[in-house]
């Protein structure tokens, strides 16, 4: 058995070659049983399983006669290594069904399984780029005590299939039987994915990075299980048909310095939306996206280019948002999110709002409340709208002038949306007209937003300078 230098420095404990094992790698003889053989030599340690160039065709797996599912199984700590991702491939017989896998892991509970995974492999045909079967690597995690801590996936290459939801990756995890996802501290990286990433019920600290991720489904799509931290998707390139990116659920989920573009009309399935947090009961919470490239192009159906929706402490800055179609939001915080942190981005003349808000306290982005005015209070003039504005500071400023309302004093004027009240009652001297000392003015502001004319008239009342911290900034924006 041979290895070359390059791969000399990834052996940790036993290797072996499938060429050792029979396997021929000529793309005509099924080297299933010969694969077999080399993972089986290594269990139940473990150990690297090397591939030297060469197309090693295999078909669907069985064992005693029972079709397994998958083309290569492994089930102990093993690392499939290949020479190179352009030509060494394991590529499924065209006969191979469409429910069948190329590489599954399903992990033996009784032995640890740290820093499985495979390299440096094409999988599929690599002189068209095409796979037969369903996912390209299934990790399955779904019985109790099945773990995949510190798996990879590196330098690889997964064809595109034609099944329909087939992905280049799919993680499954049942939560009540691994409360930590299963599969964490992973790394998929450096890799070409036709058919996307999906991540149901994982753990913490997922890195996918530098990779470049097409064909159909969403790119990335992500339910954590609850409490997972830190899934940081990082320097890619995303071009997926059903939109690129989507969390269900995930604390600090990291989206940064990523080329996400969209062409395609076949993004509802994910509301269509390029960047969507979809979580439920605000289980996204202080979560980063930043320095990204999103554009919608061509025949994309997307109409917001990030949608979040119950997240809480999202920061979203220093982004380009581009659009070369009509219609597109570039970022629409939406039901339940909180504490939603903007600034800094960028945005081209094609882009119809850059911002749409109906969340509680969104920092850097001024929202318009002349409809709490009451108690005939109106705006001063048509241009002079009342506005409120939080900054990342928690910092919240008034703006505007009002007139003709009810002016005796503890009359209401107006209340303050949730996220930008006070967390006691303050009180400001304003510019006031029409009251029995020119020019003089008082409102106060109470812990509920309710904003009281105390002293003045009502000529005219200035909101001008009025400034205070939010409530809920008083210790730091609270995210959880």
Request: aromatic residues 6%.
């Amino acid at each position: 058995m041979a290895l070359t230098k390059a791969h000399n420095r990834m052996i940790e404990g036993a290797a072996v070659n499938v060429k050792d094992f029979g396997a021929v790698g000529d793309g005509v003889t099924d080297d299933t049983l010969a694969i077999k053989a080399a993972i089986d030599s290594l269990t139940p340690f473990g150990g690297n399983v090397y591939f030297p160039q060469g197309i090693y065709l295999v078909s669907e797996l069985q064992t005693g006669g029972v079709p397994q599912g998958c083309c290569v199984k492994v089930e102990y700590p093993i690392r499939l290594i290949g020479e190179n991702s352009i030509y060494t491939a394991i590529r499924p017989a065209d006969s191979v069904g469409s429910t069948v896998h190329t590489i599954q892991f399903s992990p033996n509970i009784g032995y640890a399984h740290d820093y499985s995974g495979v390299e440096s492999l094409f999988l599929g045909n690599p002189n068209n780029g095409t796979r037969a079967g369903k996912h390209g690597v299934f990790a399955d995690t779904q019985a109790a005590g099945q773990q995949l801590p510190g798996f990879f996936l590196r330098y690889l290459n997964v064809g595109s299939s034609a099944v329909s939801g087939a992905l280049a990756f799919l993680h499954v995890n049942v939560p009540a039987n691994n409360v930590n996802g299963g599969l964490y501290t992973a790394r998929i990286e450096n890799s070409s994915l036709r058919g996307g990433i999906e991540l149901q019920g994982s753990g913490d600290s997922i890195q996918i990075t530098k990779n470049i991720i097409s064909a159909n489904n969403i790119g990335i799509d992500s339910n954590q299980v609850a409490g997972a931290s830190l899934l940081s998707i990082v320097d890619n390139n995303i071009t997926s048909f059903g939109g690129s990116i989507r969390i269900n659920q995930g604390l600090r989920v990291h989206i940064e310095r990523n080329n996400i573009e969209h062409f395609s009309a076949n993004s509802s399935g994910n509301d269509n939306a390029m960047i969507n947090f979809n979580c439920g009961s605000g289980a996204a919470v202080g979560g980063v996206i930043q320095k990204n490239l999103v554009s919608a192009f061509g025949s994309t159906d997307a109409t917001k280019l990030v949608r979040l929706k119950e997240c809480n402490g999202m920061l979203v800055k220093d982004n380009v948002f581009l659009a070369g179609v009509g219609g597109i939001t570039a970022i629409d915080v939406t039901t339940n999110s909180a504490n939603v942190r903007l600034g800094g981005n960028a945005y081209n003349a094609a882009i119809a709002t850059k911002i749409a808000d109906i969340g509680n306290g969104t920092m850097g982005f001024q929202k318009d409340i002349n409809s709490t005015l009451q108690n005939s209070w109106v705006k001063n003039s048509a241009s002079e709208d009342i506005k409120v504005y939080k900054d990342l500071s928690g910092i919240v400023t008034l703006e505007g002038a009002c007139k003709s309302g009810t002016a005796t004093p503890g009359t209401t004027i107006l209340t303050l949306p949730v996220g930008f009240r006070p967390a006691t009652t303050v009180r400001f001297a304003v510019y006031s007209t029409g009251g029995s000392v020119a020019g003089v003015g008082r409102v106060d502001i109470t812990s509920g937003g309710v904003v009281t004319i105390e002293d003045g008239g009502n000529t005219l009342l200035s909101l001008n300078g009025v400034r205070f911290l939010a409530s809920d900034a008083a210790n730091g924006v609270s995210f959880e």
